[in-house]
C-alpha cells in the first residue's frame, strides 16, 4: 500500500531535504522514524527538494508499506521525530500516485524583515539602512507572467531537461516592517526563487531598472541577474494536486 504523509519542518539545522553523505537532512530523519515504527525499511519520496536552511510549511512524500496506517501512526512518528519536524496527515493513496510528478503547483514565499530582530535571524532575511520601492519591484516581477525560460535564475550546473516554468503568481506584500515574495509555479528550478528575489530587491534599490530586469529574462545568463539571497528567508507553503 502507498501512503502519502503531509509534514513540516524548519529547515535550520538541516542540509535540506534529500540525504546526502555525512550531512543530516529531513528525508533522512523522517525515513528513520517511520522505519523504526514500522520495524522495516522505506524508500521515502518528496514531492521536491529544498536546500539547507530552507523551511516548509507544507511538504508531501509517499512510502510503501504492507503495514495498514491509520491517524494514530502520526503521533507514533511524531514521538520520535526531532521536534522541529512535524508529521500532519497520513492518507493512504492509489499505487501509481506520486508525490512529485503528480504535484501540479507549488508556492514559495521569501520572508524579508526591514530592520533588526533577533528572534527572527533564522526566518527571514533582515536588511536595515535600505530605502526599498516596492511598487517597483511589482511591476518588475508582473513581467515573469510573461516568459516561460527562466535560465536566469537557474543554478549554472544542473541535469534538468528545459528550463521552462509557468509563473502563476509572482508578487509583494508589505505589512509594517514585514515585505514578503509569493510566487506560484508548476515547478522550480534550482536556486530559483532566491535568485529572483535577489534580482527584484536590486531593482526595489535602484541598481537595477525594471527594463534590465527584462534584458536578464532574456539573457538566459545566471551571470546576468542578481545575487542570491539567504536560504533562511525561504518557506515553501503549499503544493497542490488535481486529487
Not at 538566459?220 to 528567508?233: D, H, I, L
Amino acid at each position: 500500500m502507498k501512503y502519502f504523509i503531509g509534514l513540516s519542518y524548519k529547515g535550520t539545522n538541516y542540509h535540506g531535504w534529500q540525504i546526502q553523505p555525512d550531512a543530516i537532512s529531513v528525508q533522512e530523519e523522517i525515513s528513520k522514524a517511520i522505519s523504526t515504527i514500522l520495524q522495516h525499511e522505506i524508500q521515502l519520496v518528496g514531492a521536491g527538494r529544498t536546500d539547507t536552511g530552507v523551511h516548509a510549511i507544507e511538504m508531501f512524500a509517499h512510502f510503501d508499506t504492507h503495514i495498514v496506517l491509520s491517524d494514530e501512526y502520526v503521533y507514533k512518528f511524531n514521538s520520535i521525530l526531532p521536534n522541529d519536524i512535524v508529521i500532519n496527515s497520513i492518507v493512504k493513496v492509489s499505487k501509481n500516485t506520486h508525490a512529485r510528478f503528480d504535484a501540479i503547483s507549488r508556492t514559495y514565499e521569501y520572508r524579508v524583515y526591514l530592520g533588526r530582530n533577533p528572534f527572527l535571524l533564522d526566518t527571514t532575511w533582515q536588511i536595515h539602512q535600505k530605502q526599498i520601492d516596492v511598487k517597483k519591484m511589482n511591476e518588475a516581477a508582473k513581467l515573469l507572467y510573461e516568459y516561460k525560460d527562466f535560465e536566469s535564475f537557474s543554478k549554472v550546473k544542473t541535469d534538468v531537461k528545459t528550463f521552462h516554468c509557468e509563473i502563476m503568481q509572482a508578487e509583494w506584500k508589505i505589512q509594517d516592517l514585514h515585505l514578503t515574495f509569493y510566487i506560484t509555479a508548476n515547478r522550480f528550478l534550482r536556486n530559483m526563487v532566491r535568485s529572483i528575489v535577489g534580482t527584484l530587491v536590486e531593482v526595489g534599490t535602484g541598481k537595477k531598472s525594471i527594463e534590465d530586469f527584462r534584458k536578464i529574462i532574456e539573457s538566459k545568463k545566471r551571470s546576468e541577474a542578481g545575487v542570491s539571497v539567504p536560504p533562511q528567508g525561504l518557506f515553501l507553503t503549499k503544493i497542490r494536486y488535481n486529487k
